[in-house]
């Protein structure tokens, strides 16, 4: 799992993924209400075990720069909930064409009577794998528990990243 946090990284990372005809991919954000949340960060996956975080907050004017990958619809963009990510990105001034597999839609039509459509849990089911819980990073729900902006990004990014892997291996 790989953090994007500089200038060099962040070439590298574009240069490979523009090679690329299909990824996966997952938001951070500071809320989950898309319009009160701010873009923290975005992973990306297209190989299996690899993933990429990409530090938004710290690096706004990289979203410029993503633009045309997330504008070009002949190339296929998976997700877990693709309605909230591609509402984040449109926030951040990109409509995302290309939009091709939501784990979380396929998921509610082969399992319409599931419980849980988590991607933790679908996971745990599809591929046994327990993922780390996101209350790891900001504490168990109630009037105390964090939010997304308040946790050190070297801890974000192996999480985010493994959304983004598991996203692309579902």
């Not at 989950?32 to 990429?52: D, K, M, R, T």
């Not at 449109?90 to 998921?107: M, Q």
């Not at 997304?148 to 291996?169: G, H, L, R, W």
């Amino acid at each position: 799992y790989n953090l994007i946090n500089n200038n060099d990284k962040f070439n590298y990372f574009l240069n490979e993924l523009n090679k690329q005809k299909e990824f996966a991919f997952d938001t951070e954000t500071s809320a989950l209400e898309p319009h009160n949340a701010e873009l923290l960060g975005i992973s990306f996956c297209w190989q299996v075990n690899n993933s990429y975080y990409l530090d938004i907050k710290n690096n706004p004017k990289w979203i410029d720069r993503l633009k045309p990958i997330f504008e070009n619809e002949n190339v296929h963009k998976i997700g877990h909930n693709l309605k909230f990510d591609y509402s984040i990105i449109k926030l951040a001034g990109i409509t995302t064409k290309g939009l091709y597999f939501d784990t979380l839609l396929a998921a509610y039509l082969l399992l319409p009577s599931s419980r849980s459509l988590k991607l933790d849990d679908l996971v745990f089911s599809e591929i046994g794998y327990k993922m780390q819980p996101i209350e790891d990073l900001i504490g168990p729900k109630g009037k105390n528990q964090l939010t997304m902006d308040k946790i050190d990004i070297n801890i974000v990014s192996p999480y985010a990243c493994e959304d983004a892997d598991f996203t692309y291996q579902l």
